[in-house]
Each structure stands twice: as C-alpha cells, then as structure tokens.
C-alpha cells in the first residue's frame, strides 16, 4: 500500500506520526533528495525537517522499518543520521564502483542473457578507460542500448 503526505495546517510532525501509524508492521522509504553544501554551516529548514522524520523514525523504531534514501556524497546527512538514530540498528547499503574493463564485461553479461548480439554501440557510453561506473548508471546505459537495438533491429518500420 501508498502513502503520501498532505499537509492540511497539521504539523510536519504530526503528518509523519500518522505516516508512521498508517505504516505500522510495515516500511517507511523516505528519499533525501536535499543537496547540502559540506561546507554550509548555516542551519537549513531541510536539516530541522530531517530532524523531525528521524525523532519519528525513533519512536516507531519497534513497529515500523525505515529505509533512508540519500545522495551519495552526503557526509553532513549521515552524521546527522548517525546523531539522532543512536540507538536504532544502522545499516549502510553502498554500491561499489566497476572500472572501465569490469564494466564493459558487465555490459557485455547482460546483453547475452538478453540474448542480444553484442555490437560496438553497447559499449558507447562506456568509453572513458580513467572513469568508474556504478551498477545503477550501467543498467541505465544498457535500457538505453536495449531499446534503440529493439527500434531500429527488431522492430524497425
């Protein structure tokens, strides 16, 4: 089941209390779209906000799972996580970076049980030999790949 949160003159803490309850026995995703400068030492309405989700995220810690989604390079949000969630049980979940060769195999991997002839264009944008690739931009370039091959392949008109 979907939530979403309106905020009809109820405070932001009390929309999340009701978020939560709503939730109870089950997940609570909450993306951190926020970018914040490391350097900013100005206090931010967004860093109060996460605040208010993480004292919320306390409380219902016994009833409710709390899946945190955040930019990558966010050290300011992690310890501010690390700081009001003490007692919670933390997990980090990283992607590791693939070099140049590691992704092009990968590419390559998918594109076979996809059962896809494998052509010099799947590995356009995967041409830099001094950049690292994340999984999820990877997929990306080969959802990319995939589809114009079906356009233009299999499908052409």
Known sequence: MRYSLQMNGSSI????????????????????????????????????????????????????????LMPRACEKIKSLVHEHVGSMVFVEL?????????????????????????EKSLYRDVNDPMKTYTASELNEYYQHWYNSQLRTGYYSQ
């Open 13 to 68: 803490n009390d929309c999340f209390k009701e978020l939560y309850n709503a939730c109870e026995d089950g997940t609570v995703v909450i993306k951190l779209m926020h970018k914040f400068s490391e350097e900013d030492n100005f206090a931010d309405s967004s860093l109060r906000r996460i605040e208010q989700i993480l004292k919320c995220a306390l409380q219902f810690r016994n009833k409710t799972l709390t899946v945190i």
């Open 94 to 118: 990283t992607e590791d970076n693939a070099d140049y060769k590691a992704a092009r195999k990968y590419m390559r991997q998918v594109a076979l049980a996809d059962n896809m002839k494998i």
